[in-house]
């Protein structure tokens, strides 16, 4: 097994995406990133698979858009003379 611990906090999470907790806390909420409250406290925990595969739907959504909404470079201005 890697040194990844099957379960991270939503600190870890963040850390890893590099982003705030508070976003992550809004995924977890939404219920975009699957994870599990543990503890008399709630604490919230996150499935290092679980963010793998949400990892893995977040390249595949964002492939979509791409494709769906090709990047085209504007025009250089042809008033430089």
Known sequence: MSGTP???TLADVAEILNTSSAQV???V???DLPAIKIGGRGQWRVESTQLETFIERMYAETKQFVDQHP???AET???EA
């Open 77 to 79: 201005s042809r008033s």
């Open 6 to 8: 099957r379960f991270l």
């Open 71 to 73: 990047y085209v470079e």
């Open 29 to 31: 909420r939404r219920g």
């Open 25 to 27: 806390y809004a995924l």
